[in-house]
């Protein structure tokens, strides 16, 4: 058997994340693909099976200064609603995550990503729709500063009439922080009805900061509604200075703003304790950052 490097950026699907770089010297003992290398690096796959009708939610958090990879798969049966939550802390470590979900008719699958960055942190989703109506919300925050990088990576498969998408990921990056989007939707030539939206939106705080999104649609039916949009750039400079004219100093003018930009991307659906959560973490991201 041949052993397998990690991939570079010179590998299509990692291009803008160098895991290679990130682990020096680490290889895989057998051939793998890259679309599996964190599932080869988890060593494991851990199952979530969602019982028709039932409602499920899992919370997963990443924090560790090392190497911490994770993988899941999940079947998500009719009428069954799967909820996930991915909390990840800034590191010096590689947090890896991928997660592979299949959906049943009528079946809802809901992820949400807070994600600080570290010296490389990507996580991976991969949602096959393989029942009528099933409805899909991968929603996402990544907050960069210098020596951070966070990637997200997406694929959606609507391989069944009537299902829905909404995505929508936020992100904001100071000098030295790097963020990654990378989102597919594809819609099967049967997959007719489908009504899918795909939305990444970033904000560049200093000069220095990068951030690379790669959104896509592949659509091969006709009766459909998708769309995407990507924008990526500076803070509002009227926005800043109506509040300014209103008696607010700059750093918290700006805070402000960004808090209200990132929060649209926190899903009202999510726990409320989980929501609170997440809201405080910006808030702290926020105020340590300034």
Same mark, same amino acid.
């Given at each position: 058997?041949?052993?397998?490097?990690?991939?570079?950026?010179?590998?299509?699907?990692?291009?803008?994340?160098?895991?290679?770089?990130? $682990?020096?010297?680490?290889?895989?003992?057998?051939?793998?693909?890259?679309?599996?290398?964190?599932?080869?690096?988890?060593?494991?796959?851990?199952?979530?099976?969602?019982?028709?009708?039932?409602?499920?939610?899992?919370?997963?958090?990443?924090?560790?200064?090392?190497?911490?990879?994770?993988?899941?798969?999940?079947?998500?049966?009719?009428?069954?609603?799967?909820?996930?939550?991915?909390?990840?802390?800034?590191?010096?470590?590689?947090?890896?995550?991928?997660?592979?979900?299949?959906?049943?008719?009528? !079946?809802?699958?809901?992820?949400?990503?807070?994600?600080?960055?570290?010296?490389?942190?990507?996580?991976?989703?991969?949602?096959?729709?393989?029942?009528?109506?099933?409805?899909?919300? $991968?929603?996402?925050?990544?907050?960069?500063?210098?020596?951070?990088?966070?990637?997200?990576?997406?694929?959606?498969?609507?391989?069944?009439?009537?299902?829905?998408?909404?995505?929508?990921?936020?992100?904001?990056?100071?000098?030295?922080?790097?963020?990654?989007?990378?989102?597919?939707?594809?819609?099967?030539?049967?997959?007719?009805?489908?009504?899918?939206?795909?939305?990444?939106?970033?904000?560049?705080?200093?000069?220095?900061?990068?951030?690379?999104?790669?959104?896509?649609?592949?659509?091969?039916?006709?009766?459909?509604?998708? !769309?995407?949009?990507?924008?990526?750039?500076?803070?509002?400079?009227?926005?800043?200075?109506?509040?300014?004219?209103?008696?607010?100093?700059?750093?918290?003018?700006?805070?402000?703003?960004?808090?209200?930009?990132?929060?649209? !991307?926190?899903?009202?659906?999510?726990?409320?304790?989980?929501?609170?959560?997440?809201?405080?973490?910006?808030?702290?991201? $926020?105020?340590?950052?300034?």
């Amino acid at each position: 058997m041949v052993a397998t490097a990690l991939p570079t950026r010179r590998t299509e699907a990692w291009k803008y994340s160098d895991l290679a770089r990130a $682990l020096p010297g680490v290889t895989l003992p057998t051939p793998t693909d890259a679309a599996r290398i964190i599932e080869a690096l988890a060593g494991r796959v851990v199952h979530i099976d969602v019982a028709p009708g039932e409602n499920v939610v899992s919370v997963d958090r990443f924090s560790a200064n090392a190497m911490e990879a994770r993988a899941f798969t999940a079947h998500v049966k009719a009428g069954a609603t799967l909820t996930r939550v991915v909390v990840q802390t800034a590191s010096d470590g590689v947090p890896l995550g991928a997660i592979r979900v299949r959906l049943d008719a009528g !079946a809802t699958f809901r992820q949400f990503i807070y994600e600080e960055g570290a010296r490389l942190a990507r996580f991976e989703t991969e949602v096959s729709v393989e029942g009528e109506g099933a409805h899909v919300e $991968l929603n996402g925050v990544y907050l960069v500063d210098n020596g951070r990088h966070a990637d997200l990576t997406s694929q959606i498969i609507h391989a069944h009439p009537g299902g829905e998408t909404r995505q929508l990921i936020k992100g904001v990056a100071r000098k030295g922080g790097r963020g990654v989007f990378q989102g597919k939707i594809l819609v099967a030539p049967h997959a007719q009805r489908t009504d899918a939206r795909q939305n990444h939106h970033a904000l560049l705080l200093e000069d220095g900061a990068e951030v690379f999104a790669k959104p896509e649609l592949e659509i091969h039916a006709d009766d459909v509604q998708c !769309a995407h949009g990507n924008t990526v750039g500076g803070l509002d400079a009227d926005a800043l200075f109506y509040m300014r004219q209103r008696g607010l100093p700059e750093p918290q003018a700006r805070a402000l703003l960004i808090e209200a930009f990132l929060g649209e !991307a926190v899903s009202a659906a999510l726990p409320e304790e989980l929501r609170a959560e997440i809201m405080q973490r910006i808030g702290s991201w $926020l105020g340590e950052s300034q």
